[in-house]
Every structure is written in C-alpha cells, then in structure tokens.
C-alpha cells in the first residue's frame, strides 16, 4: 500500500473482545489481513500482550506498538517490510490486572470487565471523531455480568453508552440481510414489543442502512410474526393490527416494502434474491436464517446509533481459544462494512492512529 493513500482511510477501532475468547485472534489475523490494511487503519483497543501472544497462536506476522493516544503516529518505516504493524491502546493502562495470566477458555470476571472497558473506549473514541467506527470482536456475557454489568450484549451496552433509545440490529452474510423488530428478550415479550412505532422505526433503518450499503432501491420483505404469517387470522391477529399497516405507511413514503410473509418461506425468497432484505420479528427467527447460511462469516450491524458499529457474529468460543483455528473471516468482513458505511456516511476522523 502507497504511503500517500494511507492518509486517506478511516480509522476504526477495533475492541479486542474476551482476552482469554477467541477475540485476540480474529483480531490478529484481521488487521494483518491485505484487504483490511487497504480499507482503514485498524486501531486495536485492547492489551498488547495479549495479542502479540495472539498473533502468535494463530502463526500470524504482526508487529504490535503501544500507542497511548489514538492520533499517536506508528510509523512503518521501511516499506518494502514485510511484517505489518498495528498500533495497540490500552484504556486500563497501568490499572490492567494480568490478564495473561488468565487461563485460556474459562470465564472470567476480570476478562469480563476489560472486555467492557475496551467497547466503552472505543465508544467514546468514536462519539468524538477520533475513529471513524468500532468493529467489536465477541464478549461472554456471564463475563460480564460477573464483573457487575448487567447488559444482554454489545447492543445494550451501545445503546446506554451513546443514549441511542431506538437501535435496532442487522445481520449480513454475502448479499443476505437481516434486521430485527426484537432480539434479546424472551420469547413470551415479543407480542408486545411489534408496535407501529417500532417498526416503523426499524424500517426506517433497514431502508438507511441498505442504501449505504450501495443499493439505491432495496427491496425489503417484512416476515409475519405468527405461523405462516397467522394465515388470514387463524394464528393471532398481529400481522393484520400491525404489522400490515406499517407496511402500508412503509409504502407511502415510497418504500419498496412487502409482506407480511410467511416466516417459514421468506428467507429461501431472500436467498435466491427476491429481496435485498428481511425484516425479522424477533431474535431467532432471523439468527436461525443467517446462521443456517453463513455460520461463522455474518457481520452484525448496529443501527440506529450515533456512530458506526459493526460487529462478528459469533461468541467467544472458548473451546478452541489459543488453538491458532479460529477463522477470521466474520471479523475481516465486519471491518471492510465498517469501513464501507463510514465512508457512505462522510466520516472522516483526522486521528493518524497505527500504521503510516
């Protein structure tokens, strides 16, 4: 890469998840990855030793330099080099405990609280144009809530943190999209939750979002909440009370919004490419959908919030953490969307974090 096009690209930062998850390693191989270096300049909010140990597990070349601001330049130097480097900042700095000590795989209430600390960082980098984006790699959540957060994930936490009260989640694998009414609530709370005014809402980011993923024109299916779509009543009233008139005022505004579909049918439409995107009632119905096609590739959007967030979509799998397999490819592909909607968004932080 041309030192003159370095300038030109966003920074994103990009949080190191659970230390002792797989994290640190999709991490690594993530900002070592060509197309990632040739799309932004990753900043790695996390702890340097561990993802030099990383880097190493997972037999990636990576050279890592703490930085202690995300403007403090790291320079590559020689540039034929073929080792690339990736600036690193730690919020915990001196007040890190040792987290490499930690045992790889078990959870942790002390991992738990720095992979907290590095979102909010990040958060904060963000809400003030010190990055461009976060990309976040998986947290555990009985981590965290050993370390006294009380939040079902990175959605909750994004949503507090930046007082965003109407976000809403996408998930994306390949050209198959999907965002949802509902997600990390129980199953007997999502009745009340479809509103009008949550759909309305979260057609409104669906329809946003797609465009600056470069479709001017989406066509975007909404799926029923009941068993085929509740088959003209028989199955509860939801899609002809709700779901059917926010369609309709969808359409007004000149949206190309159809359904409600049955949920069983849908997404097989989605994936042959009847539509660009999915509008999902509640968490499993659209996770199942995205998973069965693309288990361990999907990215998860953000939507609704001051600032970019994309995000992998898969745990912590702490089965396999420091055993050098785990795939980066949901995190190389999070990171190049991130890259992407912040460019169709016109954020151009002037942070020059990690390499130059």
Known sequence: MARETRGELPVLALTMGDPVGIGPEVVAKAVAAEEVRAACRPLVIGNAVILRRAAQQG??????????????????GDETGD?????????????APPLESLPLGNVSAAAGKASVEYVIHAIDLAMRRAAAGIVT????KEAINRAGFRYAGHTELLAERTGSREAAMMLVTGDFRVSHASTHVA?????????????ARVFELTWQTVRQLGIEHPK????????????????????????APAIAAAQARGWDFSGPWPPDTIFA????????????????????????????EGV?????LPIVRTSVDHGTAFDIAGKGVARPVSMIQATLMAAQLARAR???????????
């Not at 790699?137 to 555990?140: K, L, S, W, Y």
């Not at 016109?346 to 390499?355: D, F, K, N, S, T």
């Open 59 to 76: 037999r990636v070349a990576l050279d890592v330099r703490e930085v202690s601001a995300p403007d403090e330049p790291v320079e590559r």
């Open 83 to 95: 080792v690339p480097r990736v600036a690193v900042l730690d919020p915990l700095g001196d007040q």
């Open 137 to 140: 790699a998986p947290i555990n």
């Open 187 to 199: 199953l007997e709370r999502v009745p009340g939750l479809i509103t009008e005014a949550r759909l």
């Open 220 to 243: 975007i299916a909404v799926a029923g909440l009941n068993p085929h779509a509740s088959e003209h009543g028989l199955f509860g009233t939801q899609e002809t009370d709700v779901i």
């Open 269 to 296: 439409r989605a994936q042959r490419g009847e539509f660009d995107a999915v509008v999902a009632m509640y968490h499993d119905q659209g996770h199942i959908a995205i998973k069965m096609i693309g288990f361990d």
């Open 300 to 304: 998860n959007l953000s939507l609704g």
């Open 346 to 356: 016109g954020i151009a932080p002037c942070g020059r974090a990690c390499v130059q």
